[in-house]
């Protein structure tokens, strides 16, 4: 059957920085497929993840590790046989819970098949101890398969295959004076070769897969080059927006000023407004008291027609006033928001910026 895949979600990835231990690195540039895998040969369950043809996360799942949420929507866990930590930022809190869950299944999963793969082994070991001379005491467990680290597991299979074939070649004279008393024992130690000579053809597979990945990334250090450029110009581009913007604002400033302004005029068009009506009155009470004003008073009265005309004019203008100044103070809230929006988007790509040169600066010098 092979390894095939039980779960799959899609996740930001990211790894702990190998120098400091504590600021993280993106290991993808978008969110990629996140996948569990199970491979009945073995009984052991893997997370994979590929960006493109490069595989960025490759970790066997074992007892002992935990999977931890350090916030809504992000989570990470260590490998200790990659010597690193893992940490993924999903899309919602939900997706988050659902990986956890099935980490936690998977392990537990994993711990059963390890328990039942040492009592197998101690069960086929034991009358085979004297003619194994004490090679075959350690039980085979998933966590004796490394598929995240083909450099260390290539070795450590390399030296316990040869020891495991070599008893059962060098016990059959020993056997035959023995009256064949170890017979199970040979034919035990032939299925552990043979099963560690499958899993070395495999691990020499994927070490080739590793290998061509790493040729690859190195081919794509001159494209990240030209996109670290790329983005320079586009951060440049953001410079001279924000400059743009920050001349809008001036003249939203001069805007403000000029509402300041009318405000002033309308006070002292109301004061003079008040000032008329007194005056009327005024005459109001001399056409009463003399008649002889009568001209005067048929003056006054049209200039008091007059200011009340004024007046209504007065009152529409600042009707319009007002609506124009509410209009500019929408305007000027609805583009202080915009205004915050790009700063805010400038500092993530300034931020995301940064990140990439230095980690570009280390991919160049790790090349």
Same mark, same amino acid.
């Given at each position: 059957?092979?390894?095939?895949?039980?779960?799959?979600?899609?996740?930001?990835?990211?790894?702990?920085?190998?120098?400091?231990?504590?600021?993280?690195?993106?290991?993808?540039?978008?969110?990629?497929?996140?996948?569990?895998?199970?491979?009945?040969?073995?009984?052991?369950?893997?997370?994979?993840?590929?960006?493109?043809?490069?595989?960025?996360?490759?970790?066997?799942?074992?007892?002992?590790?935990?999977?931890?949420?350090?916030?809504?929507?992000?989570?990470?866990?260590?490998?200790?046989?990659?010597?690193?930590?893992?940490?993924?930022?999903?899309?919602?809190?939900?997706?988050?819970?659902?990986?956890?869950?099935?980490?936690?299944?998977?392990?537990?999963?994993?711990?059963?098949?390890?328990?039942?793969?040492?009592?197998?082994?101690?069960?086929?070991?034991?009358?085979?101890?004297?003619?194994?001379?004490?090679?075959?005491?350690?039980?085979?467990?998933?966590?004796?398969?490394?598929?995240?680290?083909?450099?260390?597991?290539?070795?450590?299979?390399?030296?316990?295959?040869?020891?495991?074939?070599?008893?059962?070649?060098?016990?059959?004279?020993?056997?035959?004076?023995?009256?064949?008393?170890?017979?199970?024992?040979?034919?035990?130690?032939?299925?552990?070769?043979?099963?560690?000579?499958?899993?070395?053809?495999?691990?020499?597979?994927?070490?080739?897969?590793?290998?061509?990945?790493?040729?690859?990334?190195?081919?794509?250090?001159?494209?990240?080059?030209?996109?670290?450029?790329?983005?320079?110009?586009?951060?440049?581009?953001?410079?001279?927006?924000?400059?743009?913007?920050?001349?809008?604002?001036?003249?939203?400033?001069?805007?403000?000023?000029?509402?300041? &302004?009318?405000? @002033?005029?309308? /006070? =002292?068009?109301?004061?003079?407004?008040? *000032?008329?009506?007194? #005056? +009327?009155?005024?005459? !109001?009470?001399?056409?009463?008291?003399?008649?002889?004003?009568?001209?005067?008073?048929?003056?006054?009265?049209?200039?008091?027609?007059?200011?009340?005309?004024?007046?209504?004019?007065?009152?529409?203008?600042?009707?319009?006033?007002?609506?124009?100044? &509410?209009?500019? @103070?929408?305007? /000027? =809230?609805?583009?202080?928001?915009?205004? *915050?929006?790009?700063? #805010? +988007?400038?500092?993530? !790509?300034?931020?995301?910026?940064?990140?990439?040169?230095?980690?570009?600066?280390?991919?160049?010098?790790?090349?």
């Amino acid at each position: 059957m092979g390894e095939q895949p039980i779960f799959s979600t899609r996740a930001h990835v990211f790894q702990i920085d190998p120098n400091t231990k504590k600021n993280w690195v993106p290991t993808s540039k978008h969110a990629v497929t996140v996948s569990y895998f199970y491979d009945s040969t073995r009984n052991v369950y893997r997370i994979i993840s590929l960006d493109g043809s490069k595989a960025i996360i490759n970790s066997t799942i074992t007892p002992n590790m935990t999977f931890t949420k350090t916030s809504q929507k992000f989570g990470q866990w260590a490998d200790s046989r990659a010597n690193t930590v893992y940490g993924l930022g999903f899309s919602s809190e939900h997706h988050l819970s659902k990986f956890a869950e099935k980490f936690q299944e998977f392990k537990e999963a994993a711990r059963l098949a390890k328990e039942k793969s040492q009592e197998k082994m101690e069960l086929t070991s034991t009358p085979s101890q004297e003619s194994a001379g004490g090679d075959i005491q350690s039980p085979l467990t998933p966590e004796s398969i490394n598929g995240t680290d083909d450099e260390r597991t290539t070795p450590e299979v390399t030296q316990n295959s040869e020891p495991r074939a070599e008893p059962t070649q060098n016990a059959l004279p020993f056997t035959h004076r023995r009256g064949k008393r170890k017979g199970g024992s040979c034919h035990h130690c032939s299925t552990i070769s043979k099963h560690w000579e499958a899993e070395l053809a495999t691990l020499k597979g994927n070490n080739a897969k590793l290998t061509a990945a790493l040729l690859e990334s190195t081919a794509n250090v001159k494209q990240w080059k030209q996109q670290l450029a790329a983005y320079q110009e586009e951060a440049e581009r953001l410079h001279k927006r924000v400059t743009e913007l920050e001349c809008v604002s001036s003249q939203a400033n001069a805007v403000h000023t000029h509402k300041t &302004e009318l405000n @002033q005029t309308i /006070q =002292e068009l109301e004061s003079t407004l008040k *000032k008329k009506e007194e #005056e +009327i009155e005024r005459l !109001k009470q001399e056409i009463d008291n003399a008649r002889e004003l009568q001209a005067q008073r048929d003056a006054l009265t049209q200039k008091l027609q007059e200011v009340e005309i004024r007046n209504k004019d007065l009152e529409g203008q600042l009707s319009d006033l007002e609506q124009r100044l &509410e209009k500019s @103070q929408n305007e /000027q =809230e609805a583009f202080r928001n915009n205004l *915050k929006t790009l700063l #805010e +988007i400038l500092d993530g !790509k300034i931020f995301e910026l940064t990140e990439l040169r230095d980690n570009l600066a280390k991919l160049i010098e790790c090349s």
